[in-house]
T-cell receptor, first 111, second 117 residues
């Protein structure tokens, strides 16, 4: 079963706009991670936020975590055409060793 | 160069055959994972291993088998019992359990695309 579900499933924006993706999960977690996947390739880690953190930044990325609502958001500011990819959240459920991925958001950034 | 390598990149299998997908890492990671990805879908966990000679079933283990005889290697066998094996298979590794309750990122290989013909 999928631990996380991303919303929206697909998102199309113009270069320069901000892109926001949301992730909801089902159980308590140790941490939540966001990954990027270019078409037909492996995944690349973007950012990790621990269960005791509420917000984290990395370059143009901003991640928030609300453990009371079991949700996270990824904000990409000033998007570029090169940001076009699928984005996945992943969680390590509490007291497990599993790394469980969500369903993903397909982001298309038009020049 | 440190990294995780999957081979082959493309694999074709006849119905009824077993095939083995290779995954090798030289990152000295304890944890390794296998995922299946269907077109336009997320990743589903097949098997994972936290230590040599030990592994656990993920959410969709039926029709698959793995071994972890060496820290560097975690091959996945897709058996004839897997009814719909055509998919993109991804292997990943991370520092694992001993690294502060899994607070580390996973590194992915470039995937193997398996097609049943």
């Amino acid at each position: 079963s999928q631990q996380g579900e991303e919303d929206p499933q697909a998102l199309s924006i113009q270069e320069g706009e901000n892109a926001t993706m949301n992730c909801s999960y089902k159980t308590s977690i140790n941490n939540l991670q966001w990954y990027r996947q270019n078409s037909g390739r492996g995944l690349v880690h973007l950012i990790l936020i621990r269960s005791n953190e509420r917000e984290k930044h990395s370059g143009r990325l901003r991640v928030t975590l609300d453990t009371s609502k079991k949700s996270s958001s990824l904000l990409i500011t000033a998007s570029r055409a090169a940001d076009t990819a699928s984005y996945f959240c992943a969680t390590v459920p509490y007291n497990t060793d599993k790394l469980i991925f969500g369903t993903g958001t397909r982001l298309q950034v038009f020049p | 160069d440190g990294g995780i390598t999957q081979s082959p990149k493309y694999l074709f299998r006849k119905e009824g055959q077993n095939v083995t997908l290779s995954c090798e890492q030289n990152l000295n990671h304890d944890a390794m994972y296998w995922y299946r990805q269907d077109p336009g879908q997320g990743l589903r966990l097949i098997y994972y291993s936290q230590i040599v000679n030990d592994f656990q079933k993920g959410d969709i283990a039926e029709g698959y088998s793995v071994s972890r005889e060496k820290k560097e290697s975690f091959p996945l066998t897709v058996t004839s019992a897997q009814k719909n094996p055509t998919a993109f298979y991804l292997c990943a590794s991370s520092k694992g359990r001993e690294s502060a309750f899994m607070n580390t990122e996973a590194f992915f290989g470039q995937g193997t695309r398996l097609t049943v013909v």
